[in-house]
């Protein structure tokens, strides 16, 4: 079990770690989009470039901050019945959502988006807007790298919820 806990410890702390990244990531946008603003309307002027950057950022932050997202369980639910389940009714729910919903659904994305994102980066993908972010394979292959990143966490999660489900709950402390 011991080794579970620490399976589990380290992902948290690698989605611990790019959650803060991610955070600084948002500042970044703050600014790029207040930038943008100030530049069309105080000096009638906007640069592709910088429409594309605010995007790109955005799915960074979208993809790149799931797992971390689920770590800190942050993703959107009904509650209703699952608030006022017990911790092994909630870590039941939990195992079978992660071994039945989300990994395949991670494991979907990450195989099907492997092409698209290969061919990116096989060519180097780049804006076709005059002006546009010449970079573009990068943010494509963040697709696979976010759903890795939240199968990781599911992972994590599944380790958590079973230890709750067989009562061992207390390594986890």
């Given at each position: ?11 948290d ?18 600014l ?13 002027t906007?640069f ?40 092994k ?56 790298a976010?759903?890795v ?8 999660l ?16």
């Amino acid at each position: 079990m011991k080794v579970l806990v620490m399976i589990s410890r380290a992902i948290d702390m690698l989605n611990e770690w790019v959650g803060r990244v991610v955070a600084w990531t948002t500042f970044l946008v703050v600014l790029v989009v207040f930038t943008d603003v100030v530049m069309r309307y105080a000096f009638k002027t906007s640069f592709v470039f910088v429409q594309e950057l605010e995007w790109h950022l955005f799915a960074f932050i979208f993809l790149m901050g799931a797992g971390y997202t689920l770590l800190k369980d942050g993703h959107v639910r009904v509650d209703i019945f699952y608030q006022r389940m017990s911790d092994k009714s909630k870590a039941w729910i939990n195992f079978l959502g992660v071994l039945f919903f989300l990994l395949p659904g991670c494991y979907m994305i990450m195989a099907t988006s492997w092409k698209f994102v290969y061919n990116a980066w096989t060519v180097l993908e780049g804006s076709p807007d005059p002006g546009g972010i010449p970079l573009r394979f990068i943010i494509k292959g963040a697709i696979p790298a976010g759903f890795v990143l939240i199968t990781l966490q599911g992972v994590s999660l599944g380790i958590k919820s079973f230890l709750i489900i067989i009562g061992r709950e207390r390594e986890l402390e």
